[in-house]
T-cell receptor, first 115, second 116 residues
């Protein structure tokens, strides 16, 4: 069975603090993709990053960075120097290459950044 | 490039009534998805189309939900009759292809359904 767990339901930080959102996944597939999406109050899911299971290099994009560790089945997301505009719900998702391409989402983590 | 369009954005109905949602995917995207997102949860796939054929509808409550994509472009999702537990945001997404590197899904703004 495939599953994504985001244990943190809500996180509240003060602006400029660093914050890490945790994601743990389960899959028996050897080839798969992992994603992070942001869902602002407007409701639209915004794609942030995709990683495939063969690429364990960490990635940095501006204030965002991602740490993929296959050994612990984790794909954590860190926001450095958080800003109020980062307030949103963040979803981690898994897609196997053996299925039809559907995304399996975690429950989401609500991040509130206070000024 | 225009994104995924959905309408209406909001809908309030009473239980046992019918409702329909419309989705227009990104031009040229062959694959279309409908997800249901209940408050406080992640989206869950209801149905997936490849052109005008159904690829996966294993989690669609077929006794009350139906969907079609007749010409392989626009899609309609219908609920008849609605139940209280159908209150959710219905998200439409599209992707260029079914699998592989070009499977990135782009999401519409969603339709927020409230069933009273």
């Amino acid at each position: 069975a495939q599953k994504v767990t985001q244990a943190q339901t809500e996180i509240s930080v003060v602006e400029k603090e660093d914050v890490t959102l945790d994601c743990v996944y389960e899959t028996r597939d050897t080839t798969y993709y992992l994603f992070w999406y942001k869902q602002p109050p407007s409701g639209e899911l915004v794609f942030l990053i995709r990683r495939n299971s063969f690429d364990e290099q960490n990635e940095i994009s501006g204030r965002y960075s991602w740490n993929f560790q296959k050994s612990t089945s984790s794909f954590n997301f860190t926001i450095t120097a958080s800003q109020v505009v980062d307030s949103a719900v963040y979803f981690c998702a898994l897609r196997s290459t053996s299925n039809t391409g559907k995304l399996i989402f975690g429950q989401g983590t609500t991040l509130q950044v206070k000024p | 490039e225009a994104g995924v369009a959905q309408s209406p954005r909001y809908k309030i109905i009473e239980k046992r009534q019918s409702v329909a949602f419309w989705c227009n995917p990104i031009s040229g995207h062959a694959t279309l998805y409908w997800y249901q997102q209940i408050l406080g949860q992640g989206p869950k796939l209801l149905i997936q189309f490849q052109n005008n054929g159904v690829v996966d509808d294993s989690q669609l409550p077929k006794d009350r939900f139906s969907a079609e994509r007749l010409k392989g472009v626009d899609s309609t999702l219908k609920i008849q009759p609605a139940k209280l537990e159908d209150s959710a945001v219905y998200l439409c997404a599209s992707s260029l292809a079914l699998a592989g590197a070009y499977n990135e899904q782009f999401f519409g703004p969603g339709t927020r359904l409230t069933v009273l």
